[in-house]
C-alpha cells in the first residue's frame, strides 16, 4: 500500500533505537527523508547508516538532546519546516514505591516526556498550517490511559501530553494537520531489554522467563511482549496521506493487558 509520503520530510526524536528506530525506519521505507535526533552519537549514526542502507533513503542524524533548547534548536536547524514529527524518548525508570520519586526525577521526566514534545509542536505547528499538510505522531505510553504505580513518571506525563494534543489536534485539523499519539505496552525495546536482563541475573532465569512471567502476572492476552517494528508501522499509518480524518486519538498497542470497551 502506498502511503503517499514520498518525499515529505520527517524529524524522529529519540530514534536511535527502539520505537523511534522503528519509526525512523517505516518513514524510510515509505521515502520519506528522515532526520533523526538522540544523545548518544554512535548509536545514533550507526542506526541512520544501517537504515539509509537498508531503504535507500537519506536519514541524518542529529546528536542533540532534545529535551533541552539548545538540543530543540539544532535539531530544528536540521530540519526547519518537517512535514512530520515523531516524538518518543528512554522512558523513565520503573516506580514500584511512588514514595521513593524524588523532585529530579520529575523534573527529568517532565522535561523530556512533556515540555519537550509540546514546545516542538508549538514550533513546527505554525508552517505545517500554513502548508496545509502536517502529521505528528507521539510515542507516548499506555501507562498514560491506564495508570500503574509502577509507571507513574511514564504514564502522568504523558497524560497531560495527550490531553494537550486532543485539544491542540481540534484548532489544526481543519488545515490538514493531524496529531494522534500511540500508547505501547510491552514491547521488545532496548530499554525493556536492559531491565529484564538484569531482572534475570538476579533471579538466575533467564529474559524469556522473566517476560513470560511478567506476561502472566500482568495477563497480556498475548502472552507475549510487542515488537517495536510493529510499532514503527503504526507511525508510518498514522503520518500517511490517507490517515487525514483521524485526528486526536490514543492508540493502545498492549497485546490485550488492560480492558476497555473505548
Not at 518537517?82 to 526525577?105: F, S
Not at 499509518?237 to 487525514?244: H, V
Amino acid at each position: 500500500m502506498d502511503l503517499r509520503i514520498r518525499g515529505r520530510k520527517a524529524i524522529v526524536n529519540g530514534g536511535s533505537t527502539g520505537m523511534g528506530r522503528s519509526a525512523a525506519l517505516a518513514l524510510a521505507k515509505e521515502g520519506v527523508e528522515v532526520f533523526v535526533s538522540a544523545r548518544r552519537e554512535d548509536r545514533l549514526v550507526q542506526a541512520c547508516n544501517e537504515i539509509s542502507a537498508e531503504t535507500g533513503t537519506l536519514v541524518t542524524p542529529v546528536c542533540a538532546d532534545h529535551s533541552s533548547p539548545e538540543g530543540r534548536d539544532r535539531i530544528l536547524a536540521a530540519c526547519p519546516e518537517p512535514d512530520i514529527l515523531v516524538g518518543t524518548c528512554a522512558p523513565p525508570p520503573m516506580t514500584p514505591d511512588y514514595r521513593a520519586i524524588t523532585d529530579e526525577q520529575w523534573r527529568e521526566a517532565i522535561d523530556i516526556s512533556l515540555l519537550s514534545p509540546v514546545e516542538f509542536m508549538r514550533r513546527v505547528l505554525d508552517g505545517m498550517v500554513e502548508r496545509k499538510w502536517g502529521r505528528i505522531v507521539n510515542i507516548a505510553t499506555v501507562a498514560a490511559k491506564y495508570p500503574g504505580e509502577i509507571r507513574i513518571l511514564s504514564g502522568s506525563t504523558r497524560a497531560a501530553l495527550a490531553n494537550y494534543t486532543m485539544a491542540v489536534s481540534k484548532v489544526v485539523a481543519r488545515h490538514n494537520v493531524v496529531i494522534n499519539n500511540l500508547l505501547p505496552g510491552m514491547h521488545h525495546s532496548a530499554f525493556v531489554e536492559q531491565q529484564f536482563n538484569e531482572k534475570a541475573r538476579m533471579n538466575g532465569t533467564s529474559y524469556e522467563e522473566e517476560v513470560a512471567q511478567f506476561s502472566r502476572e500482568w495477563r497480556i492476552a498475548a502472552g507475549r511482549f510487542g515488537d517495536c517494528d510493529d510499532v514503527g508501522t503504526f507511525v508510518a499509518l498514522f503520518c500517511s496521506e490517507q490517515a487525514n480524518y483521524i485526528t486526536g486519538q490514543s492508540l493502545v498497542i498492549d497485546g490485550g493487558a488492560t480492558t476497555s470497551t473505548f
